[in-house]
């Protein structure tokens, strides 16, 4: 994915006010926000198979913070590259072209 647009804006209405803005130039449809969903849904499990008890049931041990680590950035490679490859993501026009399209409006008379 893109990285956004950062650009600063000084804003002048009430009270001053210097913004650090993000302009994300590329979004992910809803195909792509489902998949991120079901991955925190599903993806992080801090468990991992320690054996059974007594009676035949698994037991899980807790997962290291480096196995944690190590396992969201395996899923974390696997998703960008899912998204990639099925095209799940739209592009977003510029901040100066939103502006642009925004003041043809206006001045065609229709409302943004």
């Known amino acids: 994915m893109r990285n956004p647009d950062i650009f600063a804006r000084d804003d002048w209405s ?3 006010k210097h913004s650090i803005i993000q302009h994300h130039r590329e979004c992910l449809n809803f ?3 489902i998949f991120i969903e ?3 849904h599903f993806g ?3 468990g991992k198979p ?14 290291t913070p480096e196995e944690i680590i190590d396992r969201a950035r395996t ?3 696997l998703a960008a590259r899912v ?8 592009q977003v026009p510029s ?18």
Do not use: C, M, P
């Not at 007594?54 to 041990?61: A, K, N, V």
């Not at 901040?95 to 943004?112: F, I, P, Q, T, W």
């Open 38 to 40: 079901l991955i925190k």
């Open 50 to 63: 320690g054996g059974e008890d007594t009676l035949g049931r698994s037991i899980l041990d807790l997962q």
């Open 83 to 90: 998204v990639a490859d099925e095209q799940w993501t739209y």
């Open 75 to 77: 899923l974390t490679k």
């Open 44 to 46: 992080i499990v801090a």
């Open 31 to 33: 195909q792509g926000q």
């Open 95 to 112: 901040y100066d072209d939103l502006v642009k399209a925004s003041e043809k409006d206006d001045s065609n008379g229709r409302d943004k």
């Open 14 to 16: 009430k009270n001053y």
